[in-house]
DNA sequence: GACAACGAAATTGGCGACAATATTGCTGGC
DNA sequence: GCCAGCAATATTGTCGCCAATTTCGTTGTC
């Protein structure tokens, strides 16, 4: 559509240009979740692969396999476009991120030695901290390392690879939540609940508290979208 | 490999010769849980494209997608080959199973209608009826059968979806199971106590009792894999 | 007789071209 | 002035070709 001729800066995939197989995936994908495509924005096979110095067989089968993970939809000839999530598909999400998440949260309960909860202990300080200092940005990176480093700790490489996708499909969700004022005094009591659970070594604690947790930040999605008038992402 | 000479029968896909774009993926996802190709069986792209009459690149595609699903393991430059999963994989998925149908087994229970509880009455009398007449491939079909009719009861399309990549990744452990002397007429009760859970609009009681019965799913895939030498499928 | 080096065959990876389809803009009639 | 039909354009879908890579078989040497 005319915008060729604007020099838009192309992110070079991987350094050496055109290559970078499986990578063009993950460039696409990084593009979506950092909000670089908005949602419902058309994605233009030539475009991207302009974009992204690569082949338009390359974006091609990028985009077929980023629509497998939901974060694009397709239509028969009538090309990609970004996946909008809406309301009720996030929560769902967190339902299933409930369910998993608390498995993952026992898990690790089970598993964790003395480093390893020593680590969550020290995420949960921090967000204390940064709850107090009110710095929400670094609040929000610290919920999500917590979250991950949970994950993690549980071995359970089925639930990690469920949770990643769900995760990446609800990232815009997820920060407009976090700057929702008032939700950090909220959700750290519920993150601190957890963490000891795990320290205690306590799987059906730590599943309840996990659990707690995310159907409030169910609950808070509600809200927020009512006051942001129901909007899609 | 010279077996291109015995006339090996195609398989059309979708009546018409040579097309039908998504529906090739579905072929070969059918032939694989069928058991038409075995465990870390190479799955040569032009031998597909034969098979199933259509194009090349149309399985190229069709395998990406799978590999996504979780169906086929794919290694640079050496092609594609069914995967295998092993017991410990097979019982992780069990395990999200476990978290996931107990989600909707609990929806299933607040929402199911009385049209619905009586259909899935209908199959634990079925249920009930194979087990007494020792018919272990119907009391299987029913399993399943039960099992997918309270996914879809919950109404939770993200569950609903995880659950039936993982069903397809697990067949050939959850065929096995099925053939184990024994194993209806204990998974039997369990499976009766989820739909008097539903029927009585229970939802924790719901989710207790699928959580109970996957457990013992997982013990059951465990004993069966001593006796048949931990092989992986 | 075993093994390394080499060459041939099989297979995958990727690009370019072309056909099919949808979208947009234009023209003429009412 | 509005709408139907048609032409032009943009975009996707698919195919065939060739290069890159791996695998398999052969030959020659020790």
Redesign the pocket.
Known sequence: ??NRSEARQQERVKGRG??G?GSVVAAIREAITRGDFAPEQ??????LSDRFD?????V??ALLQLTEEGLVE???????RVRSVSLEEAVEICEVRMMLEGLCSAKAAERATPDEVAELRAIGDRMRQLVADGNVLGYSEANQLLHRRIRELSEQATAEEVLERLRAQSVRHQFQLALQPGRPSVSLPEHLAIIDAIAEHDPLAAETAMRTHLGSVIGALREASQTMGGLRF
């Open positions: 559509m005319a055109g290559r197989g058309r994605l233009v096979e030539s475009d690569t082949s338009r067989s390359a091609r089968s397709r239509e028969q000839n009538r090309g990609a």
